[in-house]
């Protein structure tokens, strides 16, 4: 997953292969992601799996911590 931080004023984490993930950004495991997820503004890209794979997770993690 990659988190494109320079677009929009907040974070937005891509799949590793979406087109739409800014070229140079940081790779990150899937529980980088979930943290740049958390940060204030951030947003999974819903033109690849990001959505469809993060932001289920944290609903599970809603609670704990």
Known sequence: ???DSERRGGTVVHDALCRHAARG???LG???ALDAL???GAS???DC???EVLV???EL???YG
Do not use: D, V
């Open 1 to 3: 997953m990659r988190p």
């Open 25 to 27: 950004g940081q790779e």
């Open 30 to 32: 899937t529980l980088g």
């Open 38 to 40: 958390m940060r204030p």
């Open 44 to 46: 999974a890209c819903h």
């Open 49 to 51: 799996c990001a959505a």
């Open 56 to 58: 289920p997770a944290m």
């Open 61 to 63: 993690g809603k609670g």
